[in-house]
């Protein structure tokens, strides 16, 4: 069994939606290049947090955590989840099933009841009684009542009525539906803005989403109009203006024009984050400058994530950081 973190797990990104465009609680990741408050570690199977050169910041003694986010850091205690400040104080008591990441000023929790959503004081600011929830983006949140997905609003209306198979987190204004029909984009207010007639849909990012046309990946504009013509066997994001695909069975980049911008020469890749991008050679990750393309380091670890600041990698299910150049800042312990 993992030690890894649960809620790290299950809300991990989804990183390349050609590859697996499954329901998933993500939570998206951004660009800015912010230190964190801190980054989950585990030393004899008991969680803490280091800062960004690697010093202790909060001794470990929780029985698994997650990523801070807006401050906050859900940490389990025995069964139970809550939330710990920077400083490593608890401030919303484990009380939980599962704690989610906050955004716009509220998390997702579980309860026996379901899911429902708190602030961050730990007030509950919609009762639990969903049966899955994902986090807030621009206002939203999408919710499954049943087997339909619809969108609440930050008071906990239900803005968008449960109607779809599957709803993704809005994002310049859009989020992924996937309807009877197929996957389009609804508005804020549940209005189908491009038309369900795509086999799969990504979330939009500098102006372009991933869509499944017939067997190929290329890109739309938030109208609708194909900018980049499928012709990749999978696509995740833009991030800094280029993107991950698939052509033949190698991953490279794109710009926003749809040129290549790095050469496919990977076996699997991900969005680029503050300069730099996890890149899997064989069964080993690296990252490369998202600049040049160039490789920084060896790849050697099992698993790597995006940059925030540092970023987290894993090795034969053990957690470290490492920095830009891609030099240990915490070895992988667990």
């Known amino acids: 069994m993992s030690r890894l973190s649960l809620a790290t797990l299950f809300f991990a990104t989804l990183l390349m939606v050609g590859c697996d465009a499954a329901e998933d609680d993500g939570s998206g990741g951004g660009g800015s290049s912010a230190e964190a408050p801190g980054y989950p570690v585990v030393m004899d199977e008991v969680w803490g947090f280091v800062d960004a050169r690697g010093s202790l910041r909060v001794q470990p ?24 400040d920077e400083g490593g104080s608890i401030v919303v008591e484990p009380l939980y099933d599962f704690a989610g990441r906050f955004a716009d ?37 999408a919710v499954r009542d049943g087997l339909r997905w619809g969108y609440i609003d930050a008071t906990g209306t239900m803005v968008v009525e449960p109607q779809f198979a599957f709803a993704g987190d809005f994002s310049e204004g859009l989020a992924p539906v996937e309807t009877l029909d197929g996957w389009g984009f609804v508005d804020p207010a549940g209005s189908l803005a491009i038309a369900a007639t795509y086999g ?24 609708g109009s194909v900018v980049v013509n499928p012709r990749f066997g999978s ?31 990977f076996d699997e890749a991900m969005s680029c984050e503050q300069g730099r991008a996890a890149v899997r050679l064989s069964s080993r990750w ?49």
């Open 61 to 84: 003694r929780f029985d698994s955590a997650d990523d801070f986010s807006e401050g906050l850091a859900a940490v389990r205690v025995g069964p139970f989840w809550g939330f710990v």
């Open 105 to 141: 000023g509220m998390a997702p929790v579980r309860t026996i009841d379901g899911w429902g959503y708190i602030d961050a004081t730990g007030m509950v600011v919609v009762e639990p009684q969903y049966d899955n929830a994902r986090m807030f983006a621009e206002g939203r949140a």
């Open 200 to 223: 799969e849909a990504g979330a939009f990012s500098d102006g372009r989403a991933p869509v499944l046309i017939g067997d190929d990946w290329g890109y739309i504009d938030t109208r």
């Open 235 to 265: 696509a995740g994001s833009f991030g800094e203006g280029i993107a991950p695909v698939r052509v033949d069975e190698r991953f490279g980049y794109i710009n926003t024009s749809g040129e290549l911008a790095i050469t496919p020469q």
């Open 286 to 334: 690296s990252y490369i400058d998202c600049a040049t393309g160039l490789v920084i380091t060896t790849p050697r670890f099992s698993a790597a994530y995006p940059f925030q600041g540092i970023a987290r990698v894993e090795l034969d299910e053990r957690i470290g950081y490492i920095d830009r150049d891609g030099e240990y800042v915490w070895l992988p312990t667990d």
